[in-house]
């Protein structure tokens, strides 16, 4: 089978979660060729609602693909459980033997807004995808801007927040109404732009390697975090002698789990540091000043952090 079989394959398992009660939408990168600013992917990122956990595995031990079961990708994928879904961890799966790979979200990363409050069925909202994808990784950015442009160009003045490519900022402030005052606070580089200042193209490179700086301490936490939980996870596996189906071998990784994963990494004290150094690593070697352009960001994090609100 090719590639417009395992779309259809993740379409169909959409279809089918909905009609079990089970709110999920496709993101990232399907969500991008759904949306008109990517050309392909075989790979499918998808947020469930943490609450429906249980419910969605159900599913995918009843979804097989090209005559394979389901099961989770080696032993560093977390379990598709509320409790670590809540927190921020994702839970990754495979149909072995063929090419398709599915990872499971439940909090969507750095999203100001909850995904379950607008969708684009079968997708996620882009203001949703161009939040979840402001990640260390460069090929990520220019989906940012293009997801950005297109909800500015629709009548969405949150698509101001997400455009980074400067001439479409330029052209957009030229040809739109001018972004309204909350927005000009939640973004600051937006007053540059408005007065057209000289300083414009280093606040924009600014802003984003703090973003991407950010992430990366995330991400670094997240796989610091996860360390003993693979080594119990291979343990436990190696201990049972076979193959594991996808119902026995969550059960394992939820024990793994209770035992070597916190559910919660990130706090407020956390992000605060993180914040902190993230800021020092991207004003080194510039004036000091150019860092009231950089965002307020914590709006980006009161959905994975609560006690932030």
């Known amino acids: 089978m090719g590639h417009y079989d395992v779309i259809q394959f993740y379409l169909a398992l959409v279809s089918a979660a909905k009609a079990r009660g089970i709110r999920c939408a496709i993101t990232s990168g399907m969500a991008c060729v759904a949306y008109e600013v990517a050309e392909a992917t075989k790979d499918c990122d998808l947020l469930c609602d943490p609450e429906a956990a249980a419910d969605f595995l159900a599913l995918l031990a009843e979804s097989p693909f090209e005559g394979a079961a389901c099961r989770y990708r080696g032993n560093i994928s977390p379990p598709l459980d509320a409790r670590w879904h809540k927190g921020g961890w994702t839970s990754h799966f495979e ?7 599915l990872d499971v979200f439940g909090i969507a990363p750095r999203a100001r807004s909850s995904w379950l409050e607008e969708m684009q069925p079968p997708y996620v909202h882009p203001h949703v995808v161009a939040d979840m994808k402001r990640t260390g990784r460069d090929k990520d950015w220019p989906f940012i801007s293009a997801l950005g442009v297109k909800m500015v160009e629709k009548g969405d003045e949150r698509g101001w ?3 980074y490519e400067l001439d479409s900022l330029r052209r957009l402030m030229a040809e739109k109404p001018a972004p309204p005052a909350a927005l000009l606070e939640a973004r600051p580089l937006l007053k540059l732009v408005a007065t057209g200042s000289p300083l414009i193209g280093a606040a924009a490179r600014l802003e984003r390697s703090f973003w991407q700086e950010l992430s990366d301490l995330r991400v670094r936490l997240f796989e610091k975090l996860l360390r003993s939980y693979v080594v119990a996870m291979r343990k436990a596996t190696a201990g049972t002698g076979r193959e594991l189906g996808l119902h026995e071998n969550h059960k394992l990784r939820v024990e793994c789990a209770e ?3 916190p559910p919660r990494p990130l706090t407020p004290d956390v992000l ?3 914040i902190a150094k993230a800021k020092e690593s991207v004003l080194t070697g510039m004036t000091p000043e150019m860092g009231v352009w950089l965002p307020d960001v914590n709006p980006n994090f009161t959905l994975l952090i609560p006690e932030l609100k």
């Open 161 to 163: 927040l997400h455009v």
């Open 259 to 261: 035992q070597h994963l």
């Open 272 to 274: 605060a540091e993180f």
């Open 95 to 101: 149909w072995p033997g063929s090419e398709a790979y």
